[in-house]
Each structure stands twice: as C-alpha cells, then as structure tokens.
C-alpha cells in the first residue's frame, strides 16, 4: 500500500488537454461535477458512480479520472456546486441576525433541492471556494460584537449544527412520504397515530405526553417549525454577545 498522501482535488489544474490528436474535446471538471448532481438529485447519491456519470456524458468512464482521481473528490466537488447556490452579499451588512438568519434560509433552500448535501457535508470536513465563501460570511457576521475568534467560530459551528439537525430530519419527513406514498399528516394520523395514543394513554411518558397535547410548534409548517428554532439559536449567540459587551462587575454595580 502507498503512503502517498492523496493531493487536495482545489490543488489541481480544473481542466485537463485534449487526450491526443483526433480525440474529442476533453471534458471540464464543471461538467462533471454539474452531471453527477444532476445523478444525485434524481436517483440518490450512492448511484454517482463514475461509469454511471459515464454514461450520462457520452464517454468512457476511465477517462473522467482524468478530471476527478478519487470519487472522495467528486464528492468534495459536489458539495461546493451546490454551496454556490447560497446567494450571499459580498459582505456582512453590520446586522447579524439577519446576516445569519440569511445564511441559514438560503442553506436550508440548498439543501431541501439536494437532499443528499447535508449527508456529504456532516460526513466529510471540505474546504472548497463555495463553502469557503458561506462560512467566511457567517464568521464575518460576528465579527466586531466582542466576540474572541473561538467563541465566533463556536457560534457558527452551533449554527451549522442546527442547520444540519433541522434539515436531515425535514428531508427525513419528505422522504417517508415518498417512500410510503403518505403525506406527512396522513403518515402521522394513519400510521404512527395508533400507536402515538397508545403511548399517551398508557401515561409512562408524561412528558413525551406534554410535548404533544401542549407544544405549540408540534403543528407549525415545516418553514415556520425551522424558524422557531433558528429564533432560539440566535437568541443564544445574542446572550452571549450582550454578555461579551457588560464590562466585569457592571451589573452588580447597577443593582
């Protein structure tokens, strides 16, 4: 086995020459990646194989090696075609809710079109230009609120995680009703309901209980339940920010 450490795929040239006289034009790394999206939007991610990705460009399939080595590369690839969906300013406005709160309608918009992304992205660090780009803006969004660089990246990490959270399991729901033919709320009163009252009429779970017949976000939309939750986010990373502004032992001297 080599010890040879793979080259990051950002490291290398993004198109390659024509293979030799009389050959067709080679192909780009654009259309690569743009063809296994398109594989993965429809048929899932596991069917981006490259003889698949073959097949759908006309040509051989040991040839798109050439373009992408390693299908950890393509996946990388990917990833960042899509991340360029996240439309973003240039730069942070100065107001960071709605700089973040932008971040995260526009990531969730990305990820419910490719369900796949959220997957790739909890399951692999990357650092492409596109996802550079996004986490650049959402650090920045914190920048200058007498945040240290640890607690702004924290805060952004936790944000990410919400997003992740969130999005995974509104695809999870989507993807149930595809797969059973349910809509979510015949899927809830139909399938899973018997057995729900089951559980809340046999009183072991009190609060499991609670969460149903009290909770007011049981029954919101999906992009309203999301907003709920992005609300508690940033009001956190805001405690912390009024927090990180009161100067040591200010507030028991107002008392």
Same mark, same amino acid.
């Given at each position: 086995m080599s010890d040879e450490v793979p080259t990051s795929i950002w490291? &290398? @040239?993004?198109?390659?020459?024509?293979?030799?006289?009389? *050959? &067709?034009?080679? =192909?780009?790394?654009? !259309?690569? /990646?743009?063809?296994a999206v398109r594989i993965a939007d429809a048929e899932g991610v596991e069917a981006t194989t490259m003889r698949r990705i073959a097949d759908e460009l006309g040509t051989g399939a040991?040839?798109?090696y050439r373009y992408v080595p *390693? *299908?950890?590369?393509?996946?990388?690839?990917?990833?960042?075609?899509?991340?360029?969906?996240?439309?973003?300013?240039?730069?942070?406005?100065?107001?960071?809710?709605?700089?973040?709160?932008?971040?995260a309608h526009? /990531? *969730?918009?990305?990820?419910?079109r490719h369900p796949w992304l959220i997957t790739l992205l909890a399951g692999r660090p990357?650092?492409? @230009? !596109?996802?550079?780009?996004?986490?650049?803006?959402?650090?920045?969004?914190?920048?200058?609120?007498?945040?240290?660089?640890?607690?702004? %990246?924290s805060f952004?990490?936790?944000?990410?995680?919400?997003?992740?959270?969130?999005?995974? &399991?509104?695809?999870?729901?989507?993807?149930?009703?595809?797969? %059973?033919?349910?809509? @979510?709320?015949?899927?809830? &009163?139909? =399938?899973?309901?018997p057995y729900v009252r089951q559980v809340v009429e046999s009183g072991a779970y009190p609060m499991f209980n609670?969460?149903?017949?009290?909770?007011? %976000?049981?029954?919101?939309a999906p992009a309203e339940r999301f907003q709920y939750g992005l609300d508690r986010v940033l009001e956190g990373i805001g405690g912390q920010i009024v927090k990180g502004r009161t100067p040591p032992g200010a507030a028991t001297r107002s008392r």
């Open positions: 490291m &290398r @040239p993004e198109r390659l020459e024509r293979a030799g006289p009389g *050959r &067709r034009p080679g =192909y780009s790394r654009e !259309q690569v /990646t743009l063809a040991m040839s798109l *390693r *299908r950890d590369d393509l996946f990388d690839l990917m990833i960042d075609m899509v991340m360029g969906e996240v439309e973003l300013p240039d730069r942070p406005s100065g107001d960071w809710r709605g700089d973040l709160s932008l971040v526009r /990531t *969730r918009a990305a990820g419910l990357t650092l492409g @230009p !596109q996802l550079l780009r996004v986490h650049e803006f959402a650090l920045g969004a914190l920048d200058g609120l007498g945040l240290d660089i640890d607690e702004i %990246t952004v990490g936790m944000l990410n995680d919400y997003l992740h959270s969130a999005i995974r &399991r509104e695809i999870g729901w989507l993807e149930e009703a595809r797969r %059973t033919g349910l809509d @979510p709320e015949r899927w809830k &009163r139909d =399938y899973i309901g609670r969460s149903l017949l009290e909770s007011r %976000t049981a029954h919101l």
